[in-house]
């Protein structure tokens, strides 16, 4: 039987320690260890090394292989003054991490030679409740949750696929929406358009989403405008910073419009569409390597050609599908977590309840986001819709 | 044979269908010879002779163009999807004419 102290006395032995000086160094060095903080929930809340993950030393068996997964990646385990990371080295190195060492003294020791920390950005306790379920996930955790309620999303459309996107953006805590629409809530789009109800009916879009979005969640801020995108308002709605545009319109000169505006402003497009039973969704983020949409659909379709879901119909649910792929793209992109659908077109099929993916390149020779563009200023989408083929008929 | 899927607006030029049938060697022949046997499919995918800009070809999830366009040799039993761009979402975003 071994005491307290012996115990701790044995394990030191045989694990590796370093001081806070060394821990200092190779922080600022190129390649920096990962330091992760084993101490209890308070304490990190009073301030961490900076750039430090947080796995209560309780929690450290189950989780640390979620979170680094990489067991060969440098990490430098600390808590208040070594004793309880010391343990928390020996099991890492139990648990198959090759490199991992304890900071000696711990955070006291770091901060006694002066070094930085980071006071932590915290949860209220009502948030910590109602992302209780993203914060499980090695993927969002708090840090994630915080990145979503920083997060900025503009709504191009509140109608089926902006509903279904703007409701799971709101309740997943997106801390600003901006949604652009100049319709009213009409009778007849309440069979999908489900962040409207019938109370609404009359009431501009804009306004009827708002007022959803914002009981769903206290913790966003609707942005309306109340208006339709154009070239002479799209360099105003943009201004206010978007990380995100998901891009839920339902006709071609806008789709051309923020296109082009996306590009200039290197902001990445969650584009979806629907017809009938037909949807299509991906990513356009010419900014990070990624085609744009005029590298998938040079041209417009003939005016004959693009019926819209006015004249078409669609089935209510497929928006509410595509839509809420188009909610995941955008989460994942403000994450920065998993494979966005960037050069993925997803052709999904609700009849036969199939999805294809096609490829989409980059087109170098693309007249927006190609190696010598020729379009570089907004043009009149609604002349460029119509085009030359309209007019030979 | 080749299997040449069909999009929900060019369905009525087929009959309703969601996917036909077309025999050739290349990809213009499949073609071809779809808009053979379907001739209102012709006006909706040609512009001056040519397959319009505005509809997409894949064949094995490549679209067509990046590989060699109409000449892209077509294997038995491959699956063709035709796609030319769809709108649809929410109204009232971006129409002039209102």
């Not at chain 1, 509903?163 to 100049?182: R, W």
């Not at chain 1, 891009?247 to 200039?264: I, M, Q």
């Not at chain 1, 077109?345 to 199939?354: G, I, K, N, S, V």
């Not at chain 2, 030029?13 to 053979?36: K, M, N, P």
């Amino acid at each position: 039987m071994a005491s307290y102290r012996e115990l701790l006395a044995r394990i030191r032995e045989e694990i590796e320690e370093i001081s806070a000086i060394e821990a200092r160094e190779r922080l600022e060095s190129p390649d920096p260890p990962l330091f992760v903080d084993v101490r209890e929930p308070d304490e990190w809340e009073e301030g961490h090394i900076p750039g430090a993950i947080y796995v209560p030393r309780g929690r450290l068996e189950s989780r640390i292989e979620g979170l680094v997964p990489d067991k060969a990646r440098p990490l430098v385990v600390y808590c208040a003054s070594g004793a309880r990371s010391a343990f928390a080295t020996k099991v890492l190195s139990e648990m198959g991490y090759t490199d991992v060492v304890n900071l000696a003294g711990g955070i006291v020791d770091w901060k006694r030679n002066g070094f930085e920390v980071t006071i932590p950005r915290v949860l209220s306790p009502e948030q910590r409740a109602r992302y209780s379920r993203h914060l499980l996930i090695p993927e969002v955790g708090e840090e994630g949750q915080q990145r979503l309620l920083d997060a900025r999303v503009l709504l191009v459309g509140a109608g089926g696929l902006g509903s279904p996107a703007s409701l799971y953006l709101a309740a997943a805590g997106v801390g600003t929406l901006g949604i652009v629409d100049g319709d009213i809530v009409d009778e007849s789009n309440l069979q999908r358009q489900i962040v409207h109800s019938t109370e609404s009916l009359g009431e501009p879009k804009v306004a009827s989403a708002k007022r959803t979005l914002e009981a769903l969640n206290p913790d966003v801020r609707v942005v309306p405008f109340q208006e339709r995108l154009t070239s002479e308002n799209v360099e105003r709605i943009l201004a206010e910073g978007w990380d995100v545009i998901v891009d839920g319109a339902d006709n071609f000169p806008t789709r051309y419009l923020v296109n082009d505006a996306s590009v200039w402003h290197g902001i990445p497009v969650v584009h979806g569409s629907i017809y009938r039973f037909e949807g299509q969704v991906t990513v356009f983020d010419p900014a990070r390597g990624g085609p744009c949409y005029r590298c998938l659909f040079p041209q417009p379709p003939p005016p004959e050609l693009a019926p819209s879901c006015a004249e078409g119909g669609v089935l209510g649910v497929l928006p509410g599908i595509i839509g809420s792929l188009q909610a995941n793209e955008a989460l994942k992109l403000i994450l920065e977590r998993g494979e966005a659908l960037t050069g993925r077109l997803l052709l999904f099929d609700a009849l036969a309840t199939t999805l294809d993916e096609v490829t989409v390149r980059r087109d170098p020779t693309c007249p927006v986001c190609g190696d010598s563009p020729t379009i570089t200023e907004y043009v009149d989408y609604v002349e460029f819709c119509a085009g030359p083929v309209a007019t030979e008929r | 044979m080749t299997r040449v899927r069909i999009p929900p607006m060019l369905r009525a030029e087929v009959g309703g269908a969601r996917e036909v049938e077309a025999h050739g060697e290349t990809v213009g022949e499949v073609i071809e010879d779809l808009v053979g046997r379907y001739p209102a499919l012709r006006a909706q995918l040609y512009r001056d002779g040519d397959l319009g800009e505005f509809v997409n070809v894949y064949l094995g999830g490549e679209d067509v163009r990046t590989l060699e366009g109409l000449d892209t040799p077509v294997r038995d039993g491959s699956t063709l999807i035709l796609l030319p761009a769809m709108a649809g979402g929410s109204p009232g975003v971006g129409r002039h004419e209102a």
